[in-house]
DNA sequence: TTTT
DNA sequence: TTTT
């Protein structure tokens, strides 16, 4: 039974990416995405905002290319789904952390942003819709 | 600054929604969905399979919505956004947890499709969010 | 350049799929799609219900499965991409078309699943695409 | 019955944003966006190529700010719903054509996009996984 | 051309 | 009608 798992984030990596290799030589790249949401407004009006930090991995040549072009800071937007990895600690404990596996992304920003000349970006002000 | 955040699964709960209200009167469903992946074969070409946990949690009238009609086994269609949720321990230590903030919601399940016994499906009135 | 081109639909098929065969024997399914949505409400408090008519095309076992699964009324889920596709017709004119190519689907459907009578579903042996 | 209709488009304005404002003054604008995908390879191998041409409308504040910021070039990451809309031409004929309501949008690209020094952004080759 |  |  296969059911639908998709996320779709658009964030800033946290850290540089790190690129290792499996015996197979297959290249793993993992590193750090933080989201930012606006998340409507407190009692006093105040808009809220939430950072959701999740940890990505990356897999082949998807996980070359992010190691060789992004870098702490890079803006993304990354497609994939949501897993839980599951290990056992030093103590014998139970451990476990949801990752995102990477089935897509794309480099967001670019030298020419064609954006009309003269005006600044506005403040992004739209509240997420939920 | 405001990201893109956005996640859907489908699945199934993994036990009975547990339905509580904040002082404010709101209602807050939270539950649990496994969702399942087939996620290529192994070296042996036996299909592997993953199984996703995560807990969803849900606002308002759809709290109690699904609260009213789904329980453990229940198949449902979540849309929502992933959030990291940080606290401490009891002993001080920093936690944190990964959850997903219910959006929308669909009722699915083909033959059977588990839903409290003796009650008929909601006419559907969530609007489009947009 | 390979920009995003997601849709997620959940709908009813409007009549049965066609199932043909390109020359080298790859199965094409077409058939339509419904997909309602709750709109807001007019001026008078009336809740606005609006239809979207969609053409699905699917390809290989994909399409083998839907065209042997599904019919007229058939509730369904759908991923793919949007897709315009275009023409001359008779007269020498321009037409085009946007289509949704199917990526991924999953049987839906509550109390009566509107699946063909006498068969069994499918083991869901699509294997997630990443 | 509302049931799911929900797209995510990367890519660039074919024209400049038309705003309008309807009888209540609600700011209307609608433009065009190309997105291209890859494809695949043909039967010679070389990397097939694909443009979709939709209309988007967005309203209210999302429009204005779109109409300010936007021109024929931009990029910009759009999610909605599909919409068909249907109306009579001059001549009595039911004419149709799928357009795109804006729920929600990002610029993507800006002055600075923290890619690397010195390093060009890669030709962009990953396939689209469908 | 249209589904529930 | 079309963008990079």
């Known amino acids: 039974m296969s059911n639908l798992n998709r996320i779709f984030l ?3 990596l946290t850290r540089d990416p790190e690129l290792r290799y ?3 030589n297959v ?3 993992t590193f750090g995405l933080a989201v930012n949401s606006n998340v409507g407004k407190d009692a ?4 809220k905002t939430e950072v ?3 940890d990505i991995i990356a897999f082949g040549k998807q996980a070359e290319t992010i190691a060789q072009y992004c870098k702490k800071g890079t803006p993304l937007f ?3 789904r ?3 990895r599951t290990w056992e600690d030093k103590d014998g404990n139970k451990r476990s952390k949801h990752e995102v596996v990477l089935n897509a992304f794309q480099f967001i920003g670019g030298a020419n942003n064609n954006i009309k000349d003269d005006i600044k970006l506005p403040e992004d002000d739209e509240d997420v819709p939920f």
């Not at 006093?44 to 808009?47: F, L, M, S």
């Open 44 to 47: 006093d009006g105040n808009r």
């Open 78 to 80: 990354v497609e994939g």
């Open 82 to 84: 949501l897993r839980l």
């Open 27 to 29: 290249g793993v790249a």
């Open 10 to 12: 658009m964030g800033n």
């Open 52 to 54: 959701l930090f999740v």
């Open 22 to 24: 499996t015996p197979s």
